[in-house]
């Protein structure tokens, strides 16, 4: 099947329409209402990040147009939730809007079945190369990531109506992270979909996806997970805010890599080539996703070491914790370092981009389980 692939485009300001700049200012308003409503209980670390994530939002709807749509309709999502609970928690168990789609848990447990329900149609689309199935395949996933966002913003507003002293950023356990991870590597991969013009490789990316429902599932109804908890002490930090985040563009992207390099595999191997896209767009994509993940895996490993010096005295203790994240780190800088300067191609770095899933895998969820450090307090 013969796939063209879409270049890059170029950026400058004069490339710039009506709608970008109104997208900046909606922006701009938005964070201007948050500062006037919250900006006395921000520190001006807090007022910073505020100001950045307004630099960071505008510049991600510049370039990638379909954001423009997609964050503002998440916010009214949400806001239409918080509205509903009308300052008061118990609304969640009497108001038919809460309980059913738009408190925290309720869009949550959407996502995951919206999910679930994506990837059984892009498998079929990809199967019986359905160029419908897999637009609905994608407009599934769009509409659970959808969800998703909107169902974390809620669960930050519902901490602050359990108590101001509880209300945090909803990044702070493994329930809330797993669902970061799911949202996050759905939108690297809906934008390489668009960015690329192929939807065949949503049925590989979307069983990572999957797994991960699986453990929210499971974290949700065997441990009563979703239970909203207020942070420990080593996690009440405004760093935690953007830490958090910057490490899980990472895992999503290493994730997203390794189903890519599953799909090429099997591709190579005259497994499903027919119906995936040539076995040398496949391995751009996987390229492109480690390299931004090895960005952000970067920017959160100096982050948490400035943050450990915060809270503990020093940039480094190897910790378990602290250990894997070096190894998760070096084995991706090996694979660029192999991929840019030594020319390597092919199934030795599909392998390696599989192999490297499990090494982060262990890094994110096996070192709670398995070991202990400064860093146990997120165990299952």
Same mark, same amino acid.
């Given at each position: 099947?013969?796939?063209?692939?879409?270049?890059?485009? %170029?950026?400058?300001?004069?490339?710039?329409?009506?709608?970008?700049?109104?997208?900046?200012?909606?922006?701009?308003?938005?964070? %201007?209402?948050?500062?006037?409503?919250?900006?006395?209980?921000?520190?001006?670390?807090?007022?910073?990040?505020?100001?950045?994530?307004?630099?960071?939002?505008?510049?991600?709807? @510049?370039?990638?147009?379909?954001?423009?749509?997609?964050? !503002?309709?998440?916010?009214?999502?949400?806001?239409?939730?918080?509205?509903? *609970?009308?300052?008061?928690?118990?609304?969640?168990?009497? $108001?038919?809007?809460?309980?059913?789609?738009?408190?925290?848990?309720?869009?949550?447990?959407?996502?995951?079945?919206?999910?679930?329900?994506?990837?059984?149609?892009?498998?079929?689309?990809?199967?019986?190369? $359905?160029?419908?199935?897999?637009?609905?395949?994608?407009?599934?996933?769009?509409?659970?990531?959808?969800?998703?966002?909107?169902?974390?913003?809620?669960?930050?507003?519902?901490?602050?109506?359990?108590?101001?002293?509880? %209300?945090?950023?909803?990044?702070?356990?493994?329930?809330?992270?797993?669902?970061?991870?799911?949202?996050?590597?759905?939108?690297?991969?809906? =934008?390489?979909?668009?960015? *690329?013009?192929?939807?065949?490789?949503?049925?590989?990316?979307?069983?990572?996806?999957?797994?991960?429902?699986?453990?929210?599932?499971?974290?949700?109804?065997?441990?009563?997970?979703?239970?909203?908890?207020?942070?420990?002490?080593?996690?009440?930090?405004?760093?935690?805010?953007?830490?958090?985040?910057?490490?899980?563009?990472? *895992?999503?992207?290493?994730?997203? $890599?390794?189903?890519?390099?599953?799909?090429?595999?099997?591709?190579?191997?005259?497994?499903?080539?027919?119906?995936?896209?040539?076995?040398?767009?496949?391995?751009?994509?996987?390229?492109?996703?480690?390299?931004?993940?090895?960005?952000?895996?970067?920017?959160?490993?100096?982050?948490?070491?400035?943050?450990?010096?915060?809270?503990?005295?020093?940039?480094? $203790?190897?910790? !378990?914790?602290?250990?894997?994240?070096?190894?998760?780190?070096?084995? *991706?800088?090996?694979?660029?370092?192999?991929?840019?300067?030594?020319? @390597?191609?092919?199934?030795?770095?599909?392998?390696?981009?599989?192999?490297?899933?499990?090494?982060?895998?262990?890094?994110?969820? %096996?070192?709670?389980?398995?070991?202990?450090?400064?860093?146990? =307090?997120?165990?299952?």
């Amino acid at each position: 099947m013969e796939l063209v692939q879409m270049q890059a485009p %170029g950026f400058s300001l004069r490339q710039l329409d009506w709608r970008d700049w109104g997208y900046a200012l909606l922006i701009l308003v938005a964070a %201007g209402v948050a500062y006037s409503r919250y900006g006395h209980a921000m520190d001006g670390y807090e007022q910073a990040i505020l100001a950045g994530s307004v630099v960071g939002l505008t510049a991600l709807g @510049w370039f990638w147009k379909s954001w423009q749509w997609y964050f !503002p309709a998440a916010g009214l999502l949400a806001l239409a939730g918080i509205n509903l *609970y009308d300052g008061d928690l118990a609304r969640g168990q009497t $108001s038919f809007g809460l309980k059913f789609l738009l408190s925290s848990q309720s869009a949550i447990m959407w996502m995951c079945f919206l999910f679930f329900l994506a990837t059984v149609v892009y498998w079929l689309g990809l199967l019986r190369r $359905s160029g419908f199935l897999t637009r609905v395949g994608s407009g599934l996933t769009w509409a659970a990531a959808l969800l998703g966002l909107a169902g974390l913003c809620v669960r930050w507003f519902e901490s602050y109506l359990i108590g101001p002293d509880v %209300g945090h950023i909803p990044v702070s356990n493994l329930y809330e992270v797993f669902v970061l991870f799911c949202l996050i590597t759905a939108l690297m991969y809906l =934008y390489y979909e668009g960015r *690329y013009a192929t939807r065949q490789m949503g049925a590989f990316v979307l069983l990572v996806i999957s797994a991960a429902v699986v453990f929210i599932l499971w974290y949700t109804f065997d441990r009563q997970a979703h239970e909203i908890q207020p942070l420990i002490p080593a996690l009440q930090s405004w760093w935690m805010k953007i830490h958090v985040p910057a490490n899980f563009v990472g *895992y999503g992207a290493f994730a997203l $890599s390794a189903m890519l390099g599953v799909a090429q595999l099997l591709s190579m191997r005259g497994i499903l080539t027919s119906k995936l896209p040539k076995p040398e767009v496949i391995e751009e994509v996987m390229y492109k996703a480690i390299a931004i993940g090895f960005l952000f895996f970067t920017i959160a490993t100096v982050l948490g070491a400035m943050w450990a010096a915060d809270a503990w005295g020093g940039y480094w $203790s190897w910790d !378990p914790k602290e250990t894997w994240a070096l190894i998760v780190w070096l084995n *991706y800088a090996a694979w660029l370092h192999v991929r840019l300067v030594k020319g @390597w191609r092919g199934a030795v770095l599909a392998w390696w981009a599989i192999i490297g899933l499990f090494v982060t895998a262990f890094a994110f969820v %096996g070192v709670n389980m398995f070991l202990t450090g400064l860093h146990s =307090y997120g165990t299952l």
